[in-house]
């Protein structure tokens, strides 16, 4: 047996309050088109980073070309022929492609730029991989595809033997895909080791030699793609086999609280990102949206809080028409928001915690009394949250940055929940947190259920999905294309659903 | 926990002070004079009555486009524009000052109501090209700037000079006494000995201080406070919770730009009556070096205005006696600025990695006691 280019064995990387990697093991051998599966926060993109340098790991071996290694920075990687194409490209708009390429490697002759041996090498380059470059093109005016050329191509020109792309289909339009893979099989073709990212299935199946599924932090199946169906893949991603969070008897009266009616967002370029969609929520009833990132749900749930344009179709609060309420007046009127990402939608990481607490309250009591904050309303609102939902803190004078995920996770859902909302929105309630927080989590959105909130739960998470909800959408490119009923789901069937594989 | 609290607090202003005092002293070593002398020089001189006046009178302007530029920065907004906007107000408040005869209370009032508008309808100006057309505030402040100037100087020249005055110097004409804030000399000797003839402590200080204490209230006290300080925290968050990201944008430049208009108002009532030629430019710039110095929080915000109103009231005496050119103090404010925002960031630092242990230590004891 030849030895693997890449050898990584019980890999694993704590960040506060996550295990993002979890003993993970991933063998890709010589010359061939490995790719690693995962949803969202399965611990990709970490593993990609360990190796190519950007982080350490703490624990486990990392082998390359049989040799033991140890990254301290991506420029060591690059030494021993490892490269990345960032899903984010890293070029400079205002340069030629050729300048793009050597930039931080340039030929030097007595201290300057040699352009034109950087012109041979990188003729010589793209006539080798059959790789269709202008050199004197300014970066800013090539379409995407070009662009990830371009940054193949800078990889390759630093002698990388493998290369890691990154979710590079992300950003491609189906033609550019094609172009993409015959690129990269004609990598393969002259013997480069290639290491493909990405969560569609169908792409992934056609393109790669092995597949390495890692789901939450760990490796769960390496698996050869002429062996697996899509089903089975999107199975061993989402993993049935899990503790399923219990379902609970409906509780469901026939008012409506949310009814989104036809409801459409465009993107930049007037793409529908959301499409026509409708949907009920009752009281006391908890929709799921299921679907693979990207499918309209964040739009969705932008477009309910106000935080997006809607291009058409009625939102309804009560029956009250709410589609040009501002983002404040919705909140008030008593919707509650858990962000996908509670970083960046979700709190203030460098205020204290009753600051935080107030966060999206600010004008209601217990927070303010008229123009004015109520402080000592505040502070003791946010012991009551942090008692009551257990948030481990010194103190609520603690700047929110100081707790691990999970606490910081069960301050947003306390924050919302003591609010007494009448619809919850909530998007990936769980993810990356413990499972401790996780069950404390689901507790605390069973019991508002039980006390007749509406919720709409969007989630990765299948099996919180089938066990909270007693509904499920499943949207997909924009569009509601399933509405099931969890009891007679499994995530296999889902899976089908939010793939297209049932189309 | 609230000694440690206050020893951090303290220990960065010092340790940029101490700092950059070594740093300037060792450009004097090379520069040939010995840092020592120059220090205890400053020392007694700085140390003077009428130097101290002096010291106040500095930092009370300082003191005001500190805040204005604080205001800015809490939201993540930089109005660069407070130079321009305290000129064109400060010109524009004069001219009307002169032009009306009211009672003493009302002509202050009315002149620092004409110059804070006119600041924040200038400043407004950046905010409604950025909410409406997204220009950067950055840029369309150092724009307006220009404008503000030029405006001032071909207003002065022809619309709003003194016809009576021969002399060379353009000015506008004085404003009557009831429109003059009166000074504070009364107050400070009643604990300390005569000031010398000619120097006067301006009142302005206390609106100064009023300002710095209003502009703390409403960080912490009030909702719209809130919101802004929210938005400059996390503006993504902050537009989640409900806060509207152009209405703070445009409330947060027009605050701004009211309290910058009352920048040049010490020297107009308290000093000089009219906007003329020898009028102080340049304190917008210097405000944003205090605001840094200060953390944008309106007590350090006051320790950098006096510390810089100290050095430039103190500085003239190394032309005097010895060989030290008084440039040195320029390097010092320099330096002072960097130092401070690095020790800032390394006493944040260690504030942070603190509390993580701190928050990390309140976890465990609990999953012990449940295993």
Known sequence: ?503 | MSVRRILMAAAAPVVAIVFSVAISSVVLLIAGTSPLEAWMEMLSYGTRLETLVATANRATPLYLAGIAVAIGFRMNLFNIGVEGQYVLAALLSASVGAAVDLPAALHVALIMLVAMTVGSLFAGVAGYLKVTRGVHEVISTIMLNAIALAAVGYMLRHWLIDDADTSLNMKTPEIPPSGRFPNLNGVVETFTREITRGRELWGFILVAALVGVLFHLFLTRTRVGYDLRATGLNPFAAEASGVDPKATVMRTMLLSGAVAGLIGLPEVLGDSYKYDLAFTRGLGFTGIAVALVGRNHPAGVAIGALLFGWLDSAAPILDVVGDTPREIVSILQGVVVLSAVVSYEVVNRVRRSQEARDAAAATRPKQEMEA
Not at chain 1, 160 to 178: G, H, K, N, S, Y
Not at chain 1, 190 to 214: S, Y
Not at chain 1, 334 to 349: A, K, M, N, Q, T
Not at chain 1, 440 to 447: I, P
């Open chain 1, 1 to 503: 047996m030849t030895t693997p280019a890449v050898e990584l064995s019980g890999i694993t990387k704590r960040f506060p309050g996550v295990v993002a990697n979890d003993d993970v093991n991933l063998r890709v051998a010589e010359g061939e088109i490995h790719a690693v599966v995962g949803e969202n926060g399965a611990g990709k993109s970490t593993l990609m980073k360990i190796l190519y340098g950007m982080q350490s790991a703490d624990e486990g071996r990392m082998l390359v070309g049989g040799t033991e290694v140890d990254f301290s920075s991506p420029s060591e990687a690059i030494e021993h022929g490892i490269g990345m194409v960032h899903q984010h490209f890293m070029l400079a708009d205002n340069l030629t492609v050729l300048e793009n390429v050597v930039l931080g490697a340039e030929p030097r002759r007595r201290g300057l730029i040699d352009r034109k041996a950087a012109r041979r090498d990188l003729e010589a380059l793209g006539a080798s991989y059959g790789l269709d470059i202008h050199p004197d093109d300014l970066v800013e005016t090539l379409e995407v595809g070009e662009r990830q050329r371009v940054e193949i191509i800078k990889v390759l020109y630093r002698g990388a033997r493998v290369l890691i792309l990154d979710e590079p289909t992300a950003v491609l339009v189906p033609q550019e895909v094609e172009e993409l893979f015959r690129n990269l099989r004609e990598l393969k073709a002259r013997g480069h080791t290639i290491i493909f990212i990405d969560h569609k299935l169908e792409e992934v199946l056609a393109i790669a030699d092995t597949i390495t599924v890692l789901r939450q932090g760990r490796t769960v199946a390496t698996v050869d793609p002429a062996e697996v169906t899509a089903h089975e893949l999107a199975e061993l991603m989402v993993g049935s086999e899990l503790p399923t969070p219990s379902t609970e008897p409906r509780v469901a009266d026939d008012h409506v609280t949310l009814a989104v009616r036809d409801l459409s967002v465009l993107d930049g370029s007037d793409r529908p990102t959301l499409d026509r969609v409708s949907l009920d929520v009752h009281r006391g009833e908890i929709v799921g949206v299921a679907g693979v990132e990207g499918n309209g749900q964040g739009e969705l749930i932008e477009a309910i809080l106000g935080l997006c344009q809607t291009s058409g179709g009625q939102l309804l609060l009560d029956g009250e028409d709410i589609g040009h309420w501002p983002v404040r007046r919705r909140r008030e009127a008593g919707i509650g928001y858990v962000p996908e990402d509670r970083h960046s939608r979700g709190l203030l990481v460098d205020a204290p915690l009753w600051e935080n607490a107030m966060l999206g309250h600010q004008t209601m009591a217990p927070f303010a009394r008229g123009p004015f904050l109520d402080r000592s309303g505040a502070r003791s609102a946010t012991a009551r949250i942090v008692e009551h939902f257990d948030v481990r803190t010194p103190g609520i004078d603690t700047s929110a940055r100081a707790l691990s995920g999970g606490n910081q996770q069960k301050l947003v859902i306390g924050r919302e929940m003591a609010a007494s909302p009448r619809l919850l929105v909530a998007a990936h309630p769980t993810r990356g947190i413990d499972v401790g927080a996780q069950a404390s989590v689901w507790a605390g959105l069973r019991a508002a259920r039980r006390d007749g909130l509406a919720m709409l739960l969007v989630s990765a998470d299948l099996e919180e999905l089938i066990g909270l909800a007693d509904r499920l959408v499943v949207m997909l490119r924009g569009r509601v294309v399933a509405e099931l009923d969890p009891a007679t789901t499994t995530p296999r069937i889902l899976g089908g659903y939010m793939t297209g594989a049932d189309e």
